[in-house]
């Protein structure tokens, strides 16, 4: 009620022009907070106060109180009003106030309090906000934020601010994006990445990936992908994907490193998806370059774990990114041998686990996308030449599930077998890795039948006993897990089981011991176990 009170008084006050005066008063005083996150709890009443005047005195007393709380405070109502508002134009706030408005915040996102910094990155954006359709303003702040970051260009953490919150607006348009562009950030970010500062270069890098999460993608996409691009001193570089491409190899390259290597590899699968995602299509860039590295380091067993588990993710994502992918990395038709594919299965060998499961982590992932998603994400998103050996969703459905079976042939038993003995190991990431594939292959119109070798045909014969499938002994068998990780995986792997639409090939006898286990719960115990494991 009494809040109630106050938010009346000063919509009553909002009339006799003194609104700011008032407002800044109570602020300084002994209950400026509490009144500040009153009116942040009614931003729509609060909105209604803001208008150019308001803004200017805020912000300008702002600037000479030394309580960074207060700041912050003030920062945040006026970043509040102006997202209420949505539009610049609404408020009547004129040019001369946007720019004041953003000088502001650039200068007191260089605050050593994060949390001012982080407002005055809030207030920005909800001014980019109101202007969205606006280029020529749109414009002027990446201008802006240039002149800033150039400024700072020695100071790594003030740096990446400004870069932070132009990548934020490249994200949320187009608009962003042409202006990003027309600045010299794009210029400044391509400098970054070829920094002497390791730290520096791997951000500048991994930037470059963000810049394409979004509705800005297209014409960065454009940009990344061109011959060159020129420096702010109109120096010209290569483009930024040839030369994250170059600090792939080592050979010939003296600006090697390994965290380059690994970043830039990543962020280039990334640029892919993200260009599949967004319909751009196909992005010009040397793959063959990207899956060689990869696989060698899968081959290379001397070479650290971190790197064995980099090329991993490289040759797992860029597989999931479309069925043309997927077939191009794993069973290309130029080599029969598919020496990618033998690569991966090479970590079961390892001995391992950590290797080992992240393996298998990565075989569940291929396997939980979608035939029909991996077919149309390729639509588009490939050279013209090669569109006559896309495939289609059924001909993926085949991909998987030789990828499934390249399980057993690495490790020279039956897959299902091997996935079974895994699910049984005493180390907990690997009975949960096989227990994600397995989860994942239930998720395939073949896979309950793989698993269980029990087929349609043979649904309800006397013959279909959970006697007659090891993995549906594994199945209601509650003594494989024992930690509440292990039994959650088993529980929604029971689960998946049951929403099969094949759960009712199944036998009887399954169908109600599955049933009976759910029932049950997850972490449900036998009685003997339960005394044994008292004892």
Not at 99 to 108: K, P, R, V
Not at 163 to 177: G, M, N, P
Not at 439 to 448: D, F, N, R, S, T
Request: charged share 20%; hydrophobic share 45%.
């Amino acid at each position: 009620e009494k809040e109630q009170q106050i938010v009346t008084i000063v919509s009553a006050v909002k009339g006799d022009g003194e609104l700011s005066d008032f407002l800044v008063q109570v602020i300084k005083g002994p209950h400026g907070r509490r009144l500040i996150q009153i009116i942040e709890q009614y931003p729509a009443v609060y909105s209604g106060f803001i208008d150019e005047s308001t803004a200017h005195h805020f912000l300008s007393e702002a600037t000479s109180l030394r309580d960074h709380q207060l700041i912050l405070y003030i920062i945040s109502m006026t970043s509040i009003a102006l997202t209420v508002h949505n539009n610049l134009h609404h408020s009547n706030f004129s040019n001369v106030t946007s720019s004041y408005l953003i000088s502001f915040g650039l200068e007191w996102m260089k605050s050593e309090e994060l949390s001012v910094a982080e407002r005055s990155s809030g207030l920005l954006l909800a001014i980019a906000t109101a202007f969205d359709g606006a280029l020529d303003q749109m414009t002027t702040l990446m201008a802006s934020l240039y002149d800033c970051a150039e400024a700072v260009r020695n100071e790594s953490t003030v740096l990446l601010r400004y870069f932070s919150i132009a990548i934020d607006l490249v994200k949320k348009s187009e608009t962003a994006a042409i202006a990003f562009l027309n600045s010299k950030l794009f210029a400044l970010l391509n400098e970054l990445c070829r920094s002497d500062d390791l730290l520096a270069a791997i951000n500048g890098i991994e930037y470059l990936g963000e810049l394409t999460k979004g509705a800005g993608a297209k014409p960065i996409l454009d940009a990344l992908s061109g011959d060159v691009v020129a420096t702010k001193d109109d120096h010209r570089l290569s483009s930024p994907i040839s030369w994250l491409t170059s600090l792939c190899q080592a050979k010939n390259n003296p600006a090697f490193d390994p965290f380059l290597r690994d970043t830039s590899m990543r962020v280039l699968v990334a640029l892919l998806q993200n260009a599949v995602s967004s319909g751009y299509g196909f992005v010009n860039m040397n793959f063959s370059v990207l899956i060689d590295v990869a696989t060698e380091l899968l081959e290379d067993r001397g070479a650290d774990i971190e790197s064995r588990l980099a090329g991993l993710a490289v040759i797992s994502d860029l597989a999931q990114t479309s069925s043309f992918w997927f077939q191009r990395v794993l069973f290309p038709s130029h080599d029969p041998s598919y020496r990618t594919l033998s690569a991966w299965m090479s970590l079961l060998h390892t001995g391992k686990s950590e290797l080992v499961a992240a393996g298998l982590f990565a075989l569940a992932h291929v396997l939980l996308h979608s035939d029909e998603k991996y077919a149309a994400a390729a639509v588009g998103s490939v050279p013209t030449t090669d569109s006559p050996n896309v495939p289609n969703a059924e001909e993926v459905a085949g991909l998987k599930r030789r990828l499934i079976n390249a399980v057993g042939i690495a490790r020279n038993t039956q897959s299902i077998k091997f996935l079974l003995k895994t699910a049984r190991q005493p180390v907990s990431p690997l009975r949960i890795a096989a227990m994600d594939i397995m989860h994942a292959m239930i998720k395939q119109v073949w896979g309950l039948t793989m698993l269980t070798g029990i087929s349609s045909e043979s649904a309800g014969s006397s013959t279909s006993s959970i006697t007659q499938s090891e993995f549906l002994q594994y199945l209601v068998d509650r003594t494989t897990e024992m930690d509440k990780e292990g039994k959650d995986a088993k529980f929604e792997l029971i689960l998946a089981v049951k929403g099969s639409p094949h759960f009712g090939t199944l036998s009887a006898d399954a169908q109600v011991a599955i049933d009976r286990m759910i029932a049950q719960g997850a972490y449900y115990m036998p009685s003997q176990l339960s005394e044994m494991q008292t004892i």
